[in-house]
C-alpha cells in the first residue's frame, strides 16, 4: 500500500512534468492573445451596455423597496411581542365547516366538536356564529354547548380550566375528573362531574343545574351550593326561570331534563322581594344572588 | 488600475488592452491546464475579456485584477470541461480518439496528460487554482498567497489537499500498472 501510495506520488510529479512539457510555447501563447485582442476590439462596439443601465436602474428602486419590506417586517414582529398579552377580538368564529372533528352523539344527532388547547397562552374567543347550538370539547372531556351567538374564551385555572363567559348562553356538562370553572362578569361557577347551564348578560347571570352539585359565587358573596334543579341568579333580575325555557335552543334540551331527579323539596325559600334570601343572604347586604328550586313541567 | 471606467463610447480604451496585455498569457495558461485543448483556452481567454466589456464584474477586478482574472479563468475552465464532458458522452469515440492523436506522441505521456488536466477539472476550484500556480506556473506558496488574497496557510493546506486528491484519483484511474 505504502509502495502504491510512494508510485502514486511520483506518478503525479511525472503528470505535472508531462504537462508542463505540454505547456503551450510563449510563441502560442502570444498568437492567441493577439487574436483574441482583435476579436474584442472587434466586437466592442456591437456590445449593447444597455443590460447595465438596466441593472443600476434596477438596484435603486430594488434598495428602497427591501429596505421598505424589512421595516414593515420589524414592526409587524415588534407589535407582536408588544401585544401578546393582549386579547384580540373574537379570533375564532365557531361554524360547522371549520371545526376539526365532527362526533355522532348517542342520540344521534350530529354535533360539531372543537378540541382546544388548555394553557394560558392560548386563550382565545369564541363566538357562535351558528343558528343552531355548538359544542366544544375541552381537553379534560368537559363538554360545552354553545347557544347562538354565545362568545366565551377558554384559559388555564389551577387544577382545571376556566371558561369566561362572555355573553349568552351554554349548557355545560363538566367531566368527572379535574375542576371546570366557569367565570361570568358577575358570579363563578365551580363544578366537578356536574350538568349545568349559565346564562351571561350585562344585566346579570343566571345558573341552572341539571345534575350533580355547583358551587356558585356571587362577586363580593358567599359560596353556595347547588343541586339538581336548582337555579341561581344575580343582578338586577332575580325572577326565577324554568329550566326548559334557560336551555331551548339546545337541540340536546331533552336529554338535559332528563337529568332532573324528582321534584325535591326546596333547600332555599324563593327570593321575595328586592332582597335576595339564599343561603349567606343573611349575612346582609342588597344585591345578593338568590337561589330558587325550579322544577320544569314535564 | 481602474476597470469599470475602461470603456468609452463603446471602444476599447488603453486601460482595458493594458489588462487584457498584462494578464492574457496567465489566463490562457490556466485555462489550457484544465482544458487540455488550445480552441477551448482560447474560448476561455474570449468569454472572460467579453465579460469584462460587458462589466459584468467590475468590482472584484478592481480590487486584485489578476488574482480575479485567474480565478475567473479556472472557474469558467472547469464549467467548459463540465459541459465538454456532458458533450463527449454523446459523441462517438471516433472523435475522441483524433483529438487524443492531438496531443504527445508517447502513448504513456499521453494518457497521463489526459488524467491530469480531467483530474484537474475535478478537483475544487479553489485546489485547481492552487495546485496550478504552484506546479504548472511555478510560483512559491508566497506569491500564491499573494495573488490569490490569502494567507500562506491556507495556500499550504489546499495544495496539500489538492496533491492528496490527485494522488487517489492516479490510483482509481492507473489502478495495477502503477
Redo the contacts between chains.
Keep these: 500500500m505504502t509502495r502504491?501510495?510512494q508510485?502514486?506520488?511520483q506518478?503525479?510529479d511525472?503528470?505535472?512534468l508531462?504537462?508542463?512539457?505540454?505547456?503551450?510555447s510563449?510563441q502560442?501563447?502570444?498568437e492567441?492573445?493577439m487574436?483574441?485582442?482583435e476579436?474584442?476590439?472587434e466586437?466592442?462596439?456591437d456590445?449593447d451596455?444597455e443590460?447595465?443601465v438596466q441593472t443600476s436602474r434596477h438596484a435603486d428602486w430594488l434598495v428602497p423597496v427591501v429596505g421598505t419590506s424589512i421595516i414593515v417586517l420589524c414592526l409587524v414582529a415588534w407589535a407582536t411581542v408588544v401585544f401578546k398579552g393582549v386579547d384580540p377580538p373574537v379570533e375564532v368564529l365557531l361554524k360547522t365547516g371549520t371545526v376539526p372533528t365532527v362526533k355522532r352523539r348517542p342520540d344521534g344527532v350530529k354535533s360539531s366538536v372543537v378540541r382546544l388547547p388548555t394553557s394560558a397562552d392560548s386563550r382565545r374567543n369564541i363566538r357562535n356564529t351558528e343558528s343552531t347550538g355548538q359544542t366544544l370539547t375541552l381537553a379534560d372531556g368537559s363538554r360545552v354547548e354553545l347557544a347562538p351567538l354565545a362568545e366565551l374564551s377558554i384559559g388555564a385555572a389551577s387544577g382545571g380550566e376556566v371558561i369566561y363567559l362572555a355573553t349568552g348562553s351554554i349548557v355545560v356538562t363538566a367531566a368527572k375528573q379535574g375542576h371546570l370553572y366557569v367565570e361570568t362578569l358577575t358570579c363563578t361557577v365551580s363544578v366537578e362531574g356536574a350538568v349545568f347551564s349559565v346564562r351571561s348578560a350585562s344585566s346579570g347571570s343566571r345558573v341552572s343545574v341539571f345534575e350533580g352539585v355547583v358551587r356558585v359565587e356571587e362577586k363580593n358573596g358567599a359560596p353556595q351550593r347547588l343541586g339538581s334543579g336548582q337555579q341561581f341568579s344575580t343582578g338586577a333580575d332575580r325572577t326565577a326561570v324554568p329550566l326548559e325555557g334557560e336551555i331551548a335552543w339546545s337541540s340536546n334540551a331533552a336529554g338535559y331534563l332528563a337529568l332532573l331527579q324528582p321534584p325535591l323539596p326546596p333547600v332555599f325559600p324563593p327570593p321575595s322581594g328586592p332582597r335576595a334570601q339564599g343561603r349567606g343572604g343573611g349575612r346582609g347586604g342588597t344585591g345578593r344572588g338568590g337561589v330558587s328550586k325550579t322544577i320544569p313541567d314535564q | 488600475m481602474t476597470v469599470t471606467n475602461c470603456?468609452t463610447d463603446?471602444?476599447?480604451t488603453e486601460d482595458f488592452?493594458r489588462l487584457?496585455?498584462e494578464n492574457?498569457?496567465l489566463v490562457?495558461?490556466a485555462a489550457?491546464?484544465i482544458t487540455?485543448n488550445?480552441q477551448d483556452?482560447?474560448d476561455v481567454?474570449?468569454t472572460l475579456?467579453?465579460r469584462l466589456?460587458?462589466?459584468?464584474n467590475p468590482v472584484q477586478v478592481e480590487k486584485n485584477p489578476r488574482g480575479y482574472l485567474y480565478r475567473a479563468a479556472v472557474h469558467t475552465a472547469i464549467d467548459a470541461v463540465r459541459t465538454r464532458s456532458h458533450a463527449e458522452s454523446l459523441i462517438s469515440s471516433t472523435v475522441l480518439s483524433e483529438r487524443t492523436a492531438e496531443?504527445?506522441e508517447d502513448k504513456r505521456?499521453s494518457e497521463?496528460?489526459e488524467?491530469?488536466?480531467k483530474a484537474l477539472a475535478k478537483l475544487h476550484p479553489k485546489e485547481a487554482e492552487v495546485f496550478l500556480l504552484r506546479?504548472?506556473e511555478g510560483y512559491s506558496n508566497v506569491e500564491v498567497a499573494h495573488l490569490l488574497g490569502v494567507s500562506r496557510g491556507t495556500v499550504a493546506v489546499t495544495l496539500f489537499r489538492a496533491?492528496v486528491r490527485?494522488?487517489?484519483s492516479?490510483?482509481r484511474h492507473?489502478g495495477d500498472s502503477?
Excluded at chain 1, 18 to 24: C, H, N, R, W, Y
Excluded at chain 2, 53 to 56: H, S, Y
Design positions: 502504491r501510495k508510485r502514486s506520488g506518478m503525479l511525472r503528470a505535472i508531462e504537462g508542463l512539457k505540454a505547456m503551450p510563449i502560442d501563447v502570444d492567441v492573445g487574436r483574441v485582442l476579436r474584442l476590439r466586437s466592442a462596439p456590445i451596455m443590460p447595465h | 470603456l463603446q471602444i476599447l488592452e487584457f496585455l492574457y498569457d490562457y495558461r489550457y491546464s487540455g488550445p483556452a482560447e481567454l474570449q475579456f467579453l466589456l460587458r462589466r459584468e496531443i504527445p505521456s497521463i496528460w488524467w491530469l488536466h506546479h504548472i496533491r490527485l494522488k487517489r492516479i490510483r492507473f502503477l
